[in-house]
């Protein structure tokens, strides 16, 4: 049974920085490139990062770009997502995911390649 479990969510003003995690278990963490999508209220999930099995390639959104960096440990299981200069879009449920297929040749942002999903961690940045 894999399960993908993210913390590290919470309330942040404007500017602040907050830093998530995502903790793997039941398959071969290593082999599977991860992402990182969220989801804010009456809005569709949307991609936000994504980082390939040997963290040779990453793929961030735009509107991302440049203020979040998204990292993997593979000794522990464990994929992070650093935000900094957060801003109030930037509200919403980030999720972790892990992809349908080992040694993807890419960092893809389509949420159908992903078949493992965290519960969701609350992102809320204060204006």
């Known amino acids: 049974q894999v399960q993908l479990v993210e913390s590290g969510g919470g309330l942040v003003q404007a500017g602040g920085s907050l830093r998530l995690s995502c903790a793997a278990s039941?398959?071969?963490?290593?082999?599977?490139?991860m992402a990182w999508f969220r989801q804010a209220p009456g809005k569709e999930r949307e991609f936000v990062a994504a980082?390939?099995?040997?963290?040779?390639?990453?793929d961030y959104a735009d509107s991302v770009k440049g203020r979040f960096t998204i990292s993997r440990d593979n000794a522990k299981n464990t994929v992070y997502l650093q935000m900094n200069s957060l801003k109030p879009e930037d509200t919403a449920v980030y999720y972790c995911?892990?992809?349908?297929?080992?040694?993807?040749?890419?960092?893809?942002?389509?949420?159908?390649?992903?078949?493992?999903w965290g519960q969701g961690t609350q992102v809320t940045v204060s204006s």
């Open positions: 995911a892990s992809d349908k297929t080992p040694y993807s040749r890419t960092a893809d942002r389509n949420d159908y390649t992903y078949d493992y």
């Open positions: 039941g398959r071969p963490f290593g082999i599977y490139t």
């Open positions: 980082i390939r099995w040997r963290s040779s390639s990453t």
